[in-house]
């Protein structure tokens, strides 16, 4: 009998985009996207309603790339 497959789950991460559990992928910005997401991304052209969504969802999680005000940071 061998165990050592159970050791060995998959690290599953949510997608930032789709939301699913997913093996593969890339960091964007600190940001797991999975490779479907990603592969959609890059077809997607900025004139799409898909991209401003994908655009927002970077958006909500770094809000200095929205190029507003620097704010000092506070520890
Ligand atoms: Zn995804």
New binding site residues.
């Given amino acids: 009998m061998n165990y050592a497959m159970n050791k060995e789950l998959p690290l599953l991460k949510d997608?930032?985009?789709?939301?699913?559990a997913?093996k593969e992928?890339i960091y964007v910005l600190g940001t797991f996207?999975?490779?479907?997401?990603?592969a959609?991304m890059v077809r997607t052209d900025t004139g799409d309603h898909r991209y401003a969504i994908y655009v927002d969802r970077l958006k909500m999680l770094k809000p200095d790339l929205q190029g507003g005000e620097e704010r000092p940071v506070q520890k």
């Fill in positions: 997608c930032l985009i789709c939301s699913k997913k992928g996207i999975c490779e479907e997401c990603e959609q």
